[in-house]
């Protein structure tokens, strides 16, 4: 199987889970991929000396890893990031205890507010403008969704669309 580093993993819609990606190879994009997608010139991605590898310390006690019996599976297709203890970036701790490091959360939280009351506000008259434009919009939709292109593209029963 090809490397699933080059493709868009959300992209994958084939029904074959023989083509799907594998845990291992999912988190040998993580580890090593970013590294080379940014073309970063120093060693990623390894606990070795001249590497600037991040950590990540997980809890194994937590519903993720409860039983544990396959790592990389668990890592990727159960983890949500609630086992996370402690992360560390170029050997700083930047997140333990539920907390990011170096910045005020709280503020920032206030801030996200008042921005979200300006940009609703903003959004609000851009709602308004699209309105006129939308009947057009759902005309020229429903007549290309008529149109046969030859495959299915919806997903779920082909007779709903």
Known sequence: MPSTCGRLIHNITGFDYEHWPRAAEVLNCLIGGGARALRLPQPLGRIAPGHAADLILLDLDTLAFTPLNDLQRQLVYCENGSSVRMSMVAGEIVYQNQQVRGIDERAL??????????????????????????????????????????MQRWAGDPGAA
């Open 109 to 150: 939280r206030a801030e996200a507010r008042e921005q979200s009351v300006r940009l609703q506000r903003d959004h609000r008259v851009v709602r308004e403008q699209a309105q006129q434009w939308l009947p057009f919009y759902r005309q020229m939709y429903l007549k290309a969704a008529r149109r046969d292109v030859g």
